[in-house]
């Protein structure tokens, strides 16, 4: 079965640094998707950036990014520049062929002025 | 675009009474939708998988009599909690997947208190 973990329950940065969440997956598919999402104090969650598998080239959104390392089954956010609105809470997602979610247990990221 | 609206946004309910939840994606049509359960501090708990104009698949333990789920058309999908309890209060948020692609937009949830 598929899994994924994040491993960093709390990180903190400072205003205007840059600041990586980990995560890891456990997988035998081929063809599967990553995303990170933001669940803010209001507790909409909001797709922050997506990642194909088949894709090499890491994915880019703005001051977000992904390191994807598909043979280490690693995919982490880099949040460059960070701002006092990144605050929230940061969970790692995968799908694959039925597109059910799997989600990580979520980092807590706090963000100081 | 790829916005989702949830209604109501919170709602109290006496014990053994009712509740139905509107799910909608506005600006597109969705080949699936999804609803979740958020306990506080917690990650989102998958509770069933609906596609338009079929039955909902459930995750295993989650009760299909009590958690009823329509998805009536490519832009609507309802939570129906029947005869709900105390242990049933929770935040239950719906997700729906745009045709063709993978990733799924959240709605803002609602917040059910069961008394």
């Known amino acids: 079965a598929q899994t994924v973990t994040q491993s960093q329950p709390e990180m903190s940065v400072q205003e205007a640094e840059t600041v990586t969440l980990s995560c890891t997956y456990d997988t035998s598919e081929s063809d599967y998707y990553l995303f990170w999402y933001k669940q803010p104090p209001s507790r909409q969650m909001i797709l922050v950036i997506r990642?194909?598998?088949?894709?090499?080239q890491n994915a880019t959104e703005n001051r977000f990014s992904v390191n994807f390392q598909k043979a280490a089954k690693s995919f982490s956010l880099k949040i460059s520049d960070s701002q006092l609105g990144d605050a929230a809470m940061y969970f790692c997602a995968y799908s694959s062929g039925t597109y059910k979610y799997i989600f990580g247990t979520g980092t807590r990221l706090k963000v100081l002025a | 675009g790829a916005v989702v609206s949830q209604h109501p946004s919170w709602v109290i309910c006496k014990s053994g009474t009712s509740v139905k939840i509107e799910c909608r994606s506005l600006d597109f049509q969705a080949t699936t939708m999804f609803w979740y359960r958020q306990f506080p501090k917690q990650s989102l708990m998958l509770m069933a998988t609906s596609n338009e104009g079929s039955k909902a698949t459930y995750e295993q333990g989650v009760e299909k009599d009590k958690f009823l789920i329509n998805h009536a058309s490519l832009t609507l999908s309802t939570l129906t909690v029947t005869s709900a309890h105390p242990e049933d209060s929770s935040f239950y948020i719906c997700?729906?997947?745009?045709?063709?692609?993978?990733?799924?937009?959240f709605g803002p949830g609602t917040r059910l208190t069961v008394t």
């Open positions: 990642q194909e598998a088949y894709k090499q």
């Open positions: 997700s729906a997947r745009p045709s063709g692609r993978p990733e799924q937009y």
